[in-house]
């Protein structure tokens, strides 16, 4: 157990023992530093798997016949700054993606594309090809959003569309040390912030009647949630509509936040007041009032950047059933959270190596994590629970 603390979370539950889990290897070499993967949902392929590369490829797997594909889906690298944290950080097919052919990515411009300077976050949509369905049209952007950065790092990078079927953005605060222009407590920009648009609505987006400060003067009408660091990765439980958010803390404490499918908006996380539930700041505006405490916070030893994953929902293992699932970038630990008697109880499931960089779902809600450049599949090593949970 890594120093790792669990805070009340109004859910019912019991007591259950950790899943006993071990990786099952899939991709072994053929990619170069895969930073995230998604699924298209159920196409015809067999659940093909969707992996982006950090210099500004997407790449396909096949699970039924075991291959991942030496042509790119995309190749976008000649308008895309890599490196750091900086690169091809997320991607998203649209729900109807089989009759629209839409996907969407974000990724640091090059400063050559959508208006962008140098390192700027582009939000854009791309089409499938005509032709083949394994390959999409690399002449078919079209710029939804562009984000000005002050600096290099702290991108968040994580695309999802919800249960209400919005984009969903995840915005670090620029970067730097410390938030030294304030994003993470400033609604009047995009940086530090969890953003929700609807693509469909509008062009090239439009804004959600429903999000929590439309009309509210000074304030950006896209923001979902704020008083975040650097969300690298979120994800909805696809049973429950809950958002599950893996904040990347500074330089002690790493937290994970969370949002109940009830939520209408406006939760406020606290950074930079706080960094988890610690006192960070003492700046102008802090302590905030109605600041949300993460629901799991670990101290830095080993660990160092909190890597958000999800919570199982597949078929395969139905002793996992619930748990969610979570690491750290610099000790490879995996974690498991489960419900008991109203709190998170979290422990150690796996003792990774370093360079633990995403989680993912397949089309059935299997998880897959990703460390330097090989792809596993979670499975269990047998039935461990008494009792299930849902």
């Known amino acids: 157990m890594k120093n790792l603390l669990s805070f009340l979370l109004a859910l019912p539950g019991l007591a259950l023992a950790l899943p006993q889990i071990e990786l099952q290897p899939v991709i072994t070499s053929g990619l170069s530093a895969p930073i995230g993967l998604t699924h298209a949902g159920n196409d015809a392929d067999g659940g093909r798997l969707f992996i982006n590369e950090q210099v500004g490829r997407i790449r396909i797997y096949k699970p039924n016949s075991n291959t991942l594909l030496s042509t790119p889906f995309l190749d976008i690298s000649d308008r895309i700054r890599s490196g ?187 950074w ?37 994953g999800y919570r199982y929902r597949g078929s395969r293992y139905p002793d996992l059933k619930g748990v969610y699932f979570f690491g750290d970038y610099c000790s490879g630990v995996i974690w498991g959270a489960t419900p008991s008697g109203g709190n998170w109880l979290v422990e150690a499931a796996h003792d990774g190596p370093f360079g633990l960089t995403t989680f993912g779902e397949d089309p059935g809600g299997e998880i897959y994590v990703i460390y330097g450049n090989e792809v596993s599949r979670i499975t269990t090593l047998g039935t461990i629970f008494s009792d299930g949970f849902e």
Do not use: K
């Open 84 to 270: 750091g944290e900086t690169g091809l950080l997320g991607v998203v097919f649209h729900p109807d993606y089989a009759s629209n052919g839409y996907f969407y990515v974000d990724y640091s411009a090059e400063g050559n594309t959508c208006g962008a300077d140098f390192d700027d976050t582009v939000i854009s949509r791309f089409s499938v090809s005509a032709g083949n369905p394994d390959v999409a049209d690399p002449d078919s952007e079209v710029c939804i959003l562009t984000i000005h950065q002050p600096y290099g790092n702290h991108n968040g990078g994580q695309l999802a569309f919800g249960p209400d079927g919005y984009l969903y953005i995840g915005m670090g605060d620029g970067g730097d040390g410390g938030d030294p222009h304030n994003n993470g407590q400033d609604r009047s920009t995009l940086l530090g912030s969890l953003l929700r648009i609807d693509v469909d609505g509008g062009s090239p987006y439009a804004i959600p009647s429903s999000n929590p400060f439309v009309g509210q003067a000074g304030i950006r009408p896209e923001i979902w949630a704020w008083g975040l660091r650097n969300p690298w990765r979120f994800s909805f439980d696809r049973q429950t509509g809950d958002l599950w958010i893996g904040d990347v803390g500074q330089g002690e404490w790493e937290e994970i936040d969370f949002q109940p499918a009830a939520s209408s908006g406006g939760e406020n996380y606290g």
């Open 272 to 308: 930079a007041c706080r960094e988890g539930t610690h006192t960070f700041s003492n700046r102008a505006g802090c302590p905030a009032p109605d600041m949300v405490d993460p629901i799991i916070e670990y101290a830095h030893g080993a660990e160092c950047s909190v890597t958000g």
